[in-house]
DNA sequence: CTGCATTTTGGCAGCGCTGCCAACAGGAAT
DNA sequence: ATTCCTGTTGGCAGCGCTGCCAAAATGCAG
């Protein structure tokens, strides 16, 4: 009842109170070492009475140990990455991992920047979105002894784990169902592919797998900023204006792809007999849109998940690749 | 250089390399204290020859100042809440403070956990959604000396900082608005909102003002589970099943809303000569579909922002309505 | 009871950094 | 030259906890 009014409560405290060493309150906290019931129940006692909050932070600097995982992602309007936090964060908690972030605008400069700055929390890991990081971002990792995790990309080379798929091999599927289903006038709108090089590489690889069928992309349409549903409905209309007699569009995302399909809906254009959409990610929404969209579904929770237990495993170095889905929906 | 291969470097080491004391160096790299513009240079000198990455996990506990930002949030799956994580995460990172978060599945237990943990890193701040906590998460709060804000609700008691709007002013408005369009037979579609009480509290307020009008809600379709746009649609088709003959809907939020949205254009009923949709956050899709939606925008960046700031200012307690604002659209 | 193997327990030295304080080094003023 | 003052610098005691080790308590067979 009587909590100590502000000054806060240590260790050393919970033991006097309690009428035993320090390191036996450590040991009963952690459940670790052994020690006998009654010693249990005295220290529970005097925990419950005192209020006490273990200090992490020391714990953390005695042990050399953190329990914390540091993300360092492009972005969190892009529903991509928080859904990788929530598989991670959902398997990390199980086991009393903390999940700590920071955001790089998809800029490779500000992602050193915050490598270094998490790095000076000593992480058990640090999980990054693609394999393309400057020298400085990964000379740092390298030197930190720390597990590495590079996520949602496998066309290049890990520094240590790496849990994906590849969106080339996606981008190529995408185009060989589009090319099956009879289209041959195909566009693309896509957003700034220079920095999400995940989005570059899937565009690449699409091109690539079209002009290999002797059917080469037709027109593009580049949004410069970051992805968005807005940005997919201005740039088909853009694209449209230039380019009108197209009869597919691969989108660089679905978010792209439903602005694609509201101005196709806005105007009247019917999908997928006038114009058929493509997207990727295969997010929730798409499914539920009048017609399902035609998109690549990608296991983002899956890649938190699987990439937050191979820490906690301490696995070794290795890729995994958890693959792709293509939905056949009814826009294309 | 040859940085050491393993062993992770100190800043004793740091000083040693440099030929000055320790205190020396952490002035210099603190940037705090005096000392010359060649002690400065010697020091960065060995810091980047050693590939120095100062241990911040030592420095909090020496100097009690974590500089930790702790958010325990309900999901991430509504995009509300990386909003405001993005929000305050842009203003935070300017003064060098880190984001840690954990996800409570708006389970108020899990909360306490989640609030209990997070503590344990003695944040400078925790943030939390919603006024509504357990006894223990506002003992423990309390007792922990640290600021708290209280994010995206101001109905009700704030244990410190709140900032956010009134969730029940932003319902009857909405109701207004919709009474004031001549609907009506309102319906409701919403999702569990004993749960989220924020979205509880836009219904009750909702009822009441129709209530208050003498237009009392006709039909209600509530979700078991979280938002989404299924979930949406979903609802839409039972409620439409089991009463008719509405003419206007309001949905707990724009996902919800969304989905309800697309069931009409499945179905072809006209939005909203035939059928009037109306929801509540203003999500930037809901701007680009054929109609935009007639909703309540939030202001849940410039939450995130504004929460971030008073932490930083260390403002004194107390509680800033950032308003909301109300989107005519074209669905009702 | 005794001796020996176990189980419990407490003491204490760090973990790497910061804060405080005393010690200096140069000038400028006297 | 002496005194002060301002600007720099190093030493060292913790911050609160864990890991290691030795000491104490306990259990049990002989």
């Known amino acids: 009842m009587n909590v100590k009014p502000q000054a806060t409560v240590t260790l050393a405290e919970v033991a006097e109170a309690a009428g035993v060493g320090e390191s036996t309150v450590s040991r009963v906290l952690r459940n670790h070492g052994s020690f006998s019931q009654k010693t249990h129940d005295r220290v529970m006692a005097a925990v419950e009475r005192l209020g006490y909050v273990p200090n992490r932070i020391a714990g953390a600097l005695a042990s050399a140990g953190s329990r914390l995982v540091a993300f360092v992602i492009p972005s969190?309007?892009?529903?991509?990455?928080?859904?990788?936090?929530?598989?991670?964060?959902g398997v990390l908690e199980t086991s009393?991992?903390?999940?700590?972030?920071?955001?790089?605008?998809?800029?490779?400069?500000?992602e050193e920047a915050?490598?270094?700055?998490?790095?000076?929390?000593?992480?058990?890991?640090?999980m990054l979105a693609g394999l393309e990081h400057s020298e400085g971002t990964a000379k740092m990792l390298r030197a930190s002894g720390c597990r590495v995790v590079e996520l949602?990309?496998?066309?290049?080379?890990a520094?240590?784990?790496?849990?994906?798929?590849?969106?080339?091999a996606a981008a190529?599927?995408?185009?060989?169902?589009?090319?099956r289903r009879g289209y041959r006038r195909i566009g693309y709108v896509g957003h700034d592919l220079v920095r999400d090089t995940r989005a570059g590489k899937r565009f690449a690889a699409f091109c690539a797998a079209l002009e290999a069928e002797g059917k080469p992309l037709v027109g593009r349409e580049i949004h410069a900023g970051a992805s968005s549903v807005e940005a997919g409905r201005l740039g088909l209309e853009r694209l449209l204006a230039r380019v009108p007699d197209l009869d597919a569009i691969y989108f660089s995302n679905d978010d792209m792809a439903l602005g694609g399909y509201f101005h196709c809906m806005a105007r009247g254009i019917s999908i997928p007999s006038q114009l058929a959409i493509f997207g990727y990610n295969g997010l929730d929404m798409a499914r539920v849109t009048p017609q399902p969209l035609s998109t690549i579904r990608t296991p983002r929770v899956a890649v938190g998940q699987v990439a937050a237990q191979l820490?906690?495993?301490?696995?070794?170095?290795?890729?995994?690749?958890?693959?792709?889905?293509?939905?056949?929906?009814?826009?294309?």
Chains 1, 2 share one sequence.
């Open 76 to 89: 969190l309007s892009n529903i991509v990455f928080p859904d990788v936090l929530r598989g991670a964060g």
């Open 96 to 110: 009393h991992y903390q999940s700590v972030f920071a955001v790089t605008d998809y800029d490779p400069g500000r």
């Open 159 to 168: 520094l240590d784990l790496a849990v994906g798929f590849s969106n080339a």
């Open 172 to 179: 190529r599927a995408s185009a060989e169902f589009m090319l």
């Open 311 to 332: 820490v906690l495993d301490d696995a070794p170095s290795q890729t995994i690749d958890l693959g792709f889905e293509l939905i056949e929906g009814e826009t294309a």
């Open 114 to 126: 915050m490598v270094a700055a998490m790095l000076a929390w000593r992480p058990s890991a640090v």
């Open 152 to 157: 949602l990309d496998l066309d290049g080379t």
